[in-house]
């Protein structure tokens, strides 16, 4: 049974670094073709993917954000970190990981955790 | 990048109705299309993958058509669990765009 839970703050001050973690379990990240990604949905608003990372350490990002963001493997063999530097009021949302493989799009989702930026 | 345009951006529709939403890629994306549901609250669920192959457990009433750059999700009699926003989203490639969404809602 696959399932994903990310963490990390609730509240972040504006020019703060983000650091979100997923911790998954039911599949490896070692294994060929898994992929875990990052998803976030401001309040009311769209979903907005945000970074990919494969088994073999490739790693993909949204152009919009890429400058702000890096997505890595975890210390732990069984979590995915992302971090979002100068963080800003409009980041506020709640932010997903999700698993895919490849070619394949996300098929479970961990249940969110909402991050509000806010001095 | 390409950009994946939903339409209609919002729906209200009679239990039983017949209920389409397309989703226009601004390029070539072959069947690398998915849908998902996300019901008020809750976390989106893949409804439909290579653009018209259902997820598991996913009712009948739901399908999906399309390749290449126009796809279509259809619900074929709308009940009144399928009050939802409904996302397209392309995979063929990073980045992974999502469509903009369509929200459903029974009249």
């Known amino acids: 049974q696959i399932t994903l839970k990310e963490s990390g703050p609730t509240l972040v001050r504006p020019t703060q670094t983000l650091t979100l973690t997923c911790t998954f379990s039911?599949?490896?990240?070692?294994?060929?073709?898994?992929?875990v990604g990052w998803i976030r949905q401001p309040p009311g608003k769209a979903l907005e993917w945000l970074a990919l990372i494969y088994w073999d350490d490739d790693k993909y990002y949204s152009p919009s954000l890429k400058s702000r963001l890096t997505i890595t493997k975890g210390t732990s063999t069984d979590q995915v970190v992302l971090t979002m530097t100068n963080m800003d009021p409009i980041d506020t949302a709640t932010y997903y990981c999700a698993h895919s493989r490849l070619w394949a799009p996300f098929d479970y989702w961990g249940q969110g955790t909402l991050v509000i930026v806010s001095s | 990048d390409i950009q994946m345009t939903q339409s209609p951006s919002f729906l209200s529709a009679s239990v039983g109705d017949r209920v389409t939403i397309t989703c226009r890629a601004s390029?070539?994306?072959?069947?690398?299309l998915a849908w998902y549901q996300q019901k008020p609250g809750k976390v989106p669920k893949l409804l439909i993958y290579?653009?018209?192959t259902l997820q598991s457990g996913v009712p009948s009433r739901f399908s999906g058509s399309g390749s290449g750059t126009d796809f279509t999700l259809t619900i074929s009699s709308l009940q009144p669990e399928d009050v939802a926003t409904y996302y397209c989203?392309?995979?063929?490639?990073?980045?992974?765009?999502f469509g903009q969404g369509t929200k459903v809602e029974i009249k």
């Open positions: 039911g599949f490896s990240l070692s294994t060929g073709g898994v992929t």
């Open positions: 989203q392309k995979y063929n490639s990073a980045p992974w765009t």
């Open positions: 390029q070539d994306i072959r069947n690398y």
């Open positions: 290579v653009a018209s």
